[in-house]
């Protein structure tokens, strides 16, 4: 019986029961990022307008402290999921270290990594932002949560998804039982579920990486780019090159198409091991395309399967449809 329709709340309800050792925590937990992800919705759909576009430290007509997207939707974050009483530590893109919860709150048993608005830059052009995150449980026992339990591998996540600031605003969310996609129904501030249950094709048409990096790559790279880029019927060559430049809105484009989205270590302009991170944007994408049937690697190995070493270190990303990425594994065997 299909569930199109109900809610995100009651979807997490009926996931509960799978979650194993899950309380009304996790539930909890997800319901206040559900909330998160609408109040920052509103404020992103507001950005045409001169008070929020773009500035800080400046005023608006109330003389209140203007901040940019970016900054209202980490405090946000920060904010929300701190008072839920169910994290003991988390961490943001925007925040160099761990970001203790506050005092004034109980810790929980879980942890939260995620990049607020990823993709800013592209704010002032109205192109699609997102929000990201991961959600692991603590492996420490004291009372804050440290590093240690930040620093776990992407297979260790019990939840991952991203909210995606778009034509619509949509919510697509794993706890490891398939990957699911709700749009925000504005007129009455509910995520409805739309996307129940999405599988990635398991060969794409579509290729997404910044050919303007093109000669900084090792040949290997421009070997695979070059031949999707060769017309052969028999293997539906040459894809389609699409690229927004923001992360969430290509990755999810290619997760419901089919496709594979690169961005590769690129040796001479000072981004040696890529431009994503590992923690807060490309573990918690690697579980929801594995959990819709594809593959992420960092051209050598499942990212799913990288030991951490730091925060916010950066990985070469090849995430899609499985026979697409394996196929850029191949390539870059060499
Ligand atoms: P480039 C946006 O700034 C971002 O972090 C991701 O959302 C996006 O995929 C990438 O950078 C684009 O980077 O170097 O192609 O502009």
């Known amino acids: 019986m299909s569930n199109l329709g109900i809610t995100v709340t009651e979807h997490i309800m009926l996931q509960q029961k799978y979650i194993p050792k899950a309380t009304g925590a996790f539930t909890r937990l997800l319901?206040?990022?559900?909330?998160?992800?609408?109040?920052i919705s509103r404020e992103v759909n507001k950005a045409g307008l001169v008070d929020i576009l773009?500035?800080?430290?400046?005023?608006?007509?109330?003389?209140e402290e203007v901040q940019k997207l970016d900054d209202y939707a980490n405090d946000t974050m920060i904010k929300r999921m701190s008072r839920t009483g169910q994290l003991c530590v988390m961490a943001s893109e925007e925040v160099d270290g761990p970001i203790p919860?506050?005092?004034?709150?109980?810790?929980?048993?879980?942890?939260?990594?995620?990049d607020p608005l990823d993709g800013s830059s592209n704010i002032d052009a109205n192109v699609s932002i997102g929000t990201i995150f991961s959600i692991h449980r603590r492996v420490t026992t004291g009372d804050h949560g440290t590093i240690d339990d930040i620093l776990q591998p992407g297979a260790k996540q019990v939840a991952a998804g991203y909210v995606l600031y778009s034509s619509s605003t949509m919510l697509v969310y794993t706890t490891g039982q398939g990957v699911h996609g709700f749009t925000l129904d504005p007129t009455v501030g509910e995520f409805l579920l739309s996307h129940e249950n999405i599988r990635i094709p398991e060969k794409g048409g579509i290729y997404?990486?910044?050919?303007?990096?093109?000669?900084?790559?090792?040949?290997?790279?421009?070997?695979?780019?070059?031949?999707?880029?060769?017309?052969?019927?028999n293997t539906k060559r040459p894809y389609s090159s699409r690229y927004i430049g923001s992360l969430v809105a290509d990755f999810h484009r290619n997760l419901?198409?089919?496709?594979?989205?690169?961005?590769?270590?690129?040796?001479?302009?000072?981004?040696?091991?890529?431009k994503l991170r590992l923690m807060c944007e490309c573990a918690p994408l690697a579980f929801v395309c594995e959990q819709a049937g594809g593959y992420a690697s960092d051209g050598k190995r499942n990212i799913l399967d990288i030991?951490?070493?730091?925060?916010?270190?950066?990985?070469?990303?090849?995430i899609g449809s499985r026979?697409?990425?394996?196929?850029?594994?191949?390539?870059?065997?060499g």
Request: hydrophobic content about 30%.
């Open 54 to 63: 773009g500035f800080t430290g400046e005023t608006n007509v109330q003389g």
């Open 323 to 333: 026979s697409d990425v394996l196929m850029a594994e191949k390539f870059l065997e």
């Open 256 to 274: 419901l198409s089919g496709g594979i989205f690169m961005y590769p270590a690129d040796l001479k302009s000072g981004k040696p091991k890529g």
């Open 208 to 233: 997404s990486v910044n050919e303007g990096n093109y000669h900084y790559w090792d040949d290997r790279v421009k070997s695979y780019v070059d031949y999707l880029k060769t017309p052969d019927k």
């Open 307 to 318: 030991e951490p070493t730091s925060l916010h270190q950066r990985v070469p990303l090849y």
């Open 31 to 39: 319901r206040e990022l559900v909330l998160s992800g609408k109040l």
């Open 101 to 114: 919860v506050s005092e004034k709150y109980p810790r929980g048993a879980y942890v939260m990594i995620f």
